[in-house]
Antibody, heavy 121, light 106 residues
Framework: EVQLVESGGGLVQPGGSLRLSCAAS????????MHWVRQVPGKGLVWVSR????????AYADFVRGRFTISRDNARNTLYLQMNSLRAEDTAVYYC??????????????WGQGTLVTVSS | DIQMTQSPSSLSASVGDRVTITCRTR??????LNWYQQKPGKAPKLLIY???TLQSGVPSRFSGSGSGTDFTLTINSLQPEDSATYHC?????????FGQGTKLEI
């Protein structure tokens, strides 16, 4: 069974840092691109970042570029999101999702349950 | 960035009805369009990718169509479990933007 389990969320003060993790199991992690998507409760989905299978290629939404860093450890089947200089507007549920990148099409065919990040003093 | 305009923002329908949700972009994204279903408190679930390809395990009453700038998600013979929020997302270029979502009440 495919499983993606996020962890690392919590309450942090503005300007602080958090590192989110996403533990993958039930599939060959290194075969998939991976993404982070966030959602303010009651609002829409917002794409945050993605990383290629070999971690060579990364991409970010403008509002996190320079503050967030996506990475992965294929030996540990784990995806990460290092979040620095956090702002109140970064408060959201953060989901990791896998992407088979089939025939050049990017889509997220499995998602974690999400981890809540709250940025507040 | 590619802006996604999804409509309607909400709709109400009855069991057995057919509903259509649309997603539009200002520039062509060919068929790089995905649809997701999300129920309250749950993660999104993939329904359709590449505009019209049904994800494995998704009921055939769901279908997607369109290319270029106009896309449609159609749900035939609505079931109570289809009550959810539906999101479109373009995967033509990063940032992979989402529509604002359509809340469907049955």
């Amino acid at each position: 069974e495919v499983q993606l389990v996020e962890s690392g969320g919590g309450l942090v003060q503005p300007g602080g840092s958090l590192r989110l993790s996403c533990a993958a199991s039930g599939f060959t992690f290194s075969d998939y691109w991976m993404h982070w998507v966030r959602q303010v409760p009651g609002k829409g989905l917002v794409w945050v970042s993605r990383i290629s299978r070999d971690a060579i290629s990364t991409a970010y939404a403008d509002f996190v570029r320079g503050r967030f860093t996506i990475s992965r450890d294929n030996a540990r089947n784990t995806l990460y999101l290092q979040m620095n200089s956090l702002r109140a507007e970064d408060t959201a549920v953060y989901y990791c999702a896998r992407d088979p990148d089939r025939r050049g099409y990017s889509f997220k065919d499995s998602w974690g349950q999400g981890t809540l990040v709250t940025v507040s003093s | 960035d590619i802006q996604m305009t999804q409509s309607p923002s909400s709709l109400s329908a009855s069991v057995g009805d057919r509903v259509t949700i649309t997603c539009r972009t200002r520039q062509s994204i060919r068929t790089y369009l995905n649809w997701y279903q999300q129920k309250p408190g749950k993660a999104p679930k993939l329904l359709i990718y590449a505009a019209s390809t049904l994800q494995s395990g998704v009921p055939s009453r769901f279908s997607g169509s369109g290319s270029g700038t106009d896309f449609t998600l159609t749900i035939n013979s609505l079931q109570p479990e289809d009550s959810a929020t539906y999101h479109c997302q373009q995967s033509y270029s990063t940032p992979y933007t989402f529509g604002q979502g359509t809340k469907l009440e049955i």
